[in-house]
């Protein structure tokens, strides 16, 4: 088992001005499970290729354990990948798949086959070892991936969004596989995906990038519940965090014509600001006598929940972060008789539960 670390480990591609990943700095402990998760194109998988050794560090260091792997080639890195294409061999059985690497190390083949059988017990394969790749589910196939990865028994596992080729339903079942699984090997895994319930739910630390930058890294709910910047806001949580451009007044922030109150020593944090962005989770509204207007536009019931889809009422087009259009505001509410589509319903909200961001920095001053 073993420690990572990037330190200030930058990626530039010949013929592209900016780096591809920028000063990463990064420290995952012995046996953690940590997720890089971020949008398309935002450094994520770069910076696991180049922990693999698939890609060139321009600058900067990436340490596994006590050694410095940058210079070292994939092979002598002591760490085993997995693809999001399963990459088998489709002329060889599931065991040959297996205990590929083994061979290629001239492990003796007694000792390989019960390298291999032991992982077919581990992923509940025993009864496909026989089999070629083609005669196996999608599912099945990302298992045998997976155990040509722990046959070998590595320091680090690395995992570039295994699971994006599954359905939904597939998917849901094999993260709660791998999640068990690492915990019982106890191998440190550095894993990519762009879901960020799938990093939600499976990392102990997650790692969120954005155009090659770390904006932050910290357990899924501190993530959650303490969002550094507005993109962190926005990116984490399924609905989104609602970011509302809102009026700066005397003691608080206005939001159509209601006021929620924010402290003066918060307000001081963003001192020459008129205008500040509220964030505001779903589950954080409730129906209440006063609030915040809301016009519903749309109603989605799903049993013991609802989730109302709306503009703020009375403050004409609300500014939304991302493209300046009409902002749509979104509140799950818990409840049988949601309102209806077309009426104006009020919704209270926490103050302690209001998230506040400079608009000029985006970093959160609450």
Known sequence: MATVQYKEATRVYPGTDHAAVSKLNLDIGDGEFMVLVGPSGCGKSTSLRMLAGLEEVNAGSIWIGDRDVTDLPPKDRDIAMVFQNYALYPHMTVADNMGFALKMQNVPKAERQQRVLEAAKLLGLEDFLNRKPKALSGGQRQRVAMGRAIVRNPQVFLMDEPLSNLDAKLRVQTRTQIAALQQRLGVTTVYVTHDQTEAMTMGDRVAVMKDGVLQQVDSPLALYDAPKNLFVAGFIGSP????????????????????????????????????????????????????????????????????????????????????????????????RRPPRRGEQVRLGVDPASVHIFSQETTERIS
Do not use: C, W
């Open 240 to 335: 989104a965090m609602n970011l509302i451009e809102s009026e700066v007044v005397d003691g608080g922030v206005k939001l159509g014509d209601h006021v929620i109150p924010v402290s003066r020593d918060v307000l001081a944090k963003a001192p020459n600001e008129k205008k500040l962005i509220v964030g505001i989770r779903p589950e954080d509204f409730t129906l209440a006598s006063e609030g915040i207007a809301l016009d519903v536009a749309v109603v989605e019931e799903l049993g013991a929940d609802a989730y109302l889809y709306g503009s703020l009422a009375g403050s004409g087009k609300q500014a939304s972060i991302e493209d300046g259009e009409a902002h749509q505001v979104v509140a799950r509410i818990s409840s």
